[in-house]
């Protein structure tokens, strides 16, 4: 347990305009579950990359097995033994759930010439099936969710063979009941001396699997910790530079007129029957386990998908979005799960992505406003604590996290009657998220309805008002605030008597 399998010597990675890593520290023993935590843009993801080959650091050295290292890209870092899940997916959306589990490492057959497609298959339905998983192995990843897809990202690196596996995230997707799941599957890694690295936002689960922790700060290494020797509380204030005293801002208001309805909405076999409302000045959460049908619900209302049958208002006013651009007209503004493939130009910068679909806002004759505009998009910087070098910065070259405040940005420049959050803090750091509930308790003040969709059951609890729960399609019951605890969401979400 005390052997030192990976050493990392104070390694600087530099990029223009933003000293991302300044000479990092950082070893791990073999057969440990090492923590890296710190804020968005502290350096975490950078220095996996760096040790995967992805990046080349400016200075410093790698020892891996007691010898010098250094990985010419991911597929060397792999073969050599040394695996990484990204919070990112690097998957495939064209091929099917099992070429892209084996991926440039496919079965062969006549003399290895061939793929051996039965092979593949049969052994990538086991590997579902003993990760508990319910997924169709000839399905295209483009068809898949969000969930299932992180799923597939851990499954695809478990394949390999590894000394070490570095985990970025793994857990900002799923439920607790796959979350567990995991859990076993890396107590397991643990037990046969696989050494893994393990980077979360959600300090609360690290208590099941962490052996020591490090924290980064700025790209800089603040300290190393025995996870028994630190407690939580310490652990933020070393990561954020002060103390925080509240997880989830309570912000008690009284509920107005209904703002938004819904009856009887179908869709296939999605969505079953479904009536909600969310009235101004509070925030509806929407709970449920993978599959329960929270984005596709959440996809109609924005006119995403269309409904087979069923009645929408806008206060008073029934309407059937035929797209998302008629849901914005009529007030209603929509944070996707997935930022990349439905929210995020990634090509375009700071200041594009945040005023995309609200330059009507700051136009008059047809003329943009652009000191108003560099106005807005500034503020928003600050009030979001985005890191970026300026608003001018590519969208794509920022960390995970940032891209996500970003995005979350955009709907904070105009006044919506009704904003659906799916997923909103995912992939956020403790500090930017007391930012964004801070934020979406403003909105909640101005009057406006919120729908709030998360899969992390802390968050749904502590921000909403009233909860809805779905399984399998269908609302399975509602819950107020007083009637509202961990217990009676998943009886409901998994559909118990």
């Not at 204030?237 to 509920?255: C, D, H, I, L, N």
Request: charged share 25%; glycine share 8%; hydrophobic share 40%.
């Amino acid at each position: 347990m005390n052997e030192v399998l990976l050493q990392m010597s104070k390694i600087k990675k530099i990029f223009p305009g933003v000293i991302a890593l300044n000479d990092v520290s950082f070893d791990l023993r073999k057969g440990e579950v090492h923590a890296l935590i710190g804020e968005n843009g502290a350096g975490k993801s950078t220095l996996m990359k760096v040790l995967t080959g992805i990046y080349h650091q400016d200075s410093g050295e790698i020892y891996f097995k007691g010898g010098k290292f250094q990985a010419k890209n991911p597929k060397d870092a792999q073969d050599k033994g040394i695996s990484m899940i990204h919070q990112e997916f690097n998957l495939v959306p064209d091929l099917t759930v099992a070429e892209n589990i084996f991926i440039a490492r496919e079965p062969r057959t006549f003399h290895n010439l061939l793929i051996d497609d039965k092979a593949m298959i049969l052994q990538s339905q086991i590997l579902i099936r003993d990760f508990g998983l319910e997924i169709d192995v000839h399905e295209l990843i483009s068809n898949l969710s969000v969930a299932e897809k992180q799923m597939i990202e851990i499954v695809k690196a478990l394949v390999t063979k590894s000394d070490i596996i570095a985990f970025d995230e793994p857990t900002s997707a799923l439920t607790e009941k796959e979350v567990a799941h995991l859990f076993e599957i890396i107590n397991k890694l643990k037990s046969e001396g696989v050494a893994i690295i393990y980077i979360s936002h959600r300090l609360e689960e690290l208590d099941a699997i962490v052996d020591r922790v490090t924290v980064l700060r700025d790209g800089c290494c603040v300290a190393t910790h025995e996870w028994k020797n630190i407690t939580i509380p310490k652990l933020i204030s070393m990561m954020v530079g002060r103390e925080m005293k509240e997880q989830f801002p309570t912000q008690y208001t009284t509920a107005g007129e209904v703002v938004f309805r819904a009856e009887h909405i179908t869709r296939s076999n999605v969505l079953k029957d479904i009536s909600i409302q969310a009235k101004g000045g509070e925030i509806l959460g929407i709970a449920g386990l993978m599959g329960a049908g929270r984005t596709e619900l959440a996809r109609a209302i924005f006119g995403a998908d269309k409904i087979d049958s069923g009645t929408m208002w806008i206060q008073d006013k029934k309407f059937k979005p035929s797209s998302p651009y008629d849901a914005i007209k009529h007030g209603i503004a929509y944070l996707p799960e997935d930022r990349k493939k439905d929210g995020l130009m990634l090509d375009l910068d700071v200041f594009d992505n945040i005023l995309c679909g609200n330059l009507s806002t700051y136009a008059q004759y047809g003329v943009i406003n652009d000191k108003q505009c560099t106005q807005v998009v500034s503020k928003k910087i600050t009030d979001l604590n985005i890191k970026t070098p300026s608003y001018r910065q590519i969208v794509k070259y920022l960390s995970g996290g940032n891209q996500q405040k970003v995005l979350v940005s955009r709907w904070f420049c105009k006044n919506f009657r009704l904003i659906i959050f799916d997923e909103p803090t995912r992939g956020i750091d403790v500090g930017a998220k007391l930012e964004i509930y801070n934020l979406i308790n403003r909105i909640k003040e101005s009057g406006a309805a919120i729908i709030m969709i998360s899969s992390e059951l802390p968050e749904v609890l502590g921000m909403s008002d009233r909860i809805v729960v779905m399984c399998e399609g269908r609302v399975t019951g509602q819950l107020s605030r007083a009637e509202a605890s961990p217990e009676n969401v998943m009886r409901l979400a998994s559909n118990l008597k």
